[in-house]
T-cell receptor, first 113, second 113 residues
Framework: GQQLNQSPQSMFIQEGEDVSMNCTSSSIFNTWLWYKQDPGEGPVLLIALYKAGELTSNGRLTAQFGITRKDSFLNISASIPSDVGIYFCAGPNYGGSQGNLIFGKGTKLSVKP | DTGVSQDPRHKITKRGQNVTFRCDPISEHNRLYWYRQTLGQGPEFLTYFQNEAQLEKSRLLSDRFSAERPKGSFSTLEIQRTEQGDSAMYLC???????????FGEGSRLTVL
């Protein structure tokens, strides 16, 4: 079935550093979504991508929809302590209704002040 | 506030008991979703409603699980005869436009002893 593989699984970085993480799939996606989840909270949508090659920014966050439609990347520039959390990529579960999303296992980000 | 609201935030119960979770979506959203998230995993789709109609159910939703949205506003998720494997965070989300942009609540964490 469909699976989303995120890497790295976890990252420990110094405040001020840039961060890159990615999400890959063996099947094509027409939508890529990036969510952030803080401990004990629900995921919050950061960026939505709808077109292959699309590059979208949200403040210090930039995400790209890969040309092959089988991957997506999220970059965070000049990280700050509140960037700590788990970042999930997600896409539509084919065969399911819209809103039926497949999520990756997440990339856990830790930032040292 | 107009976010998705879930209650209770935490529930500890003994195996075999029934539990019920409530979700109040963003008021103008006509679609409501339930997801489950276990430790170290991304959220997994359980079911979704459009207005009061339950339009899709995942295979994860066993016979012990039932969800309702009686008037197309709030929803309840009931788990009967809980098992330890039901321990998880139960997330509710809602959406207005079918773009895959779900807005999640803070979740209800269930611990089954």
């Amino acid at each position: 079935g469909q699976q989303l593989n995120q890497s790295p699984q976890s990252m420990f970085i110094q405040e001020g550093e840039d961060v890159s993480m990615n999400c890959t799939s063996s099947s094509i996606f027409n939508t890529w979504l990036w969510y952030k989840q803080d401990p004990g909270e629900g995921p919050v949508l950061l960026i939505a991508l709808y077109k292959a090659g699309e590059l979208t920014s949200n403040g210090r966050l930039t995400a790209q929809f890969g040309i092959t439609r089988k991957d997506s990347f999220l970059n965070i520039s000049a990280s700050i302590p509140s960037d700590v959390g788990i970042y999930f990529c997600a896409g539509p579960n084919y065969g399911g209704s819209q809103g039926n999303l497949i999520f990756g296992k997440g990339t856990k980000l830790s930032v040292k002040p | 506030d107009t976010g998705v609201s879930q209650d209770p935030r935490h529930k500890i119960t003994k195996r075999g008991q029934n539990v019920t979770f409530r979700c109040d979506p963003i008021s103008e959203h006509n679609r409501l979703y339930w997801y489950r998230q276990t430790l170290g995993q991304g959220p997994e789709f359980l079911t979704y409603f459009q207005n009061e109609a339950q339009l899709e159910k995942s295979r994860l939703l066993s016979d012990r699980f039932s969800a309702e949205r009686p008037k197309g506003s709030f929803s309840t998720l009931e788990i009967q005869r809980t098992e330890q494997g039901d321990s998880a965070m139960y997330l509710c989300a809602s959406s207005l436009v079918v773009t895959g942009e779900l807005f999640f609540g803070e979740g209800s964490r269930l611990t089954v002893l």
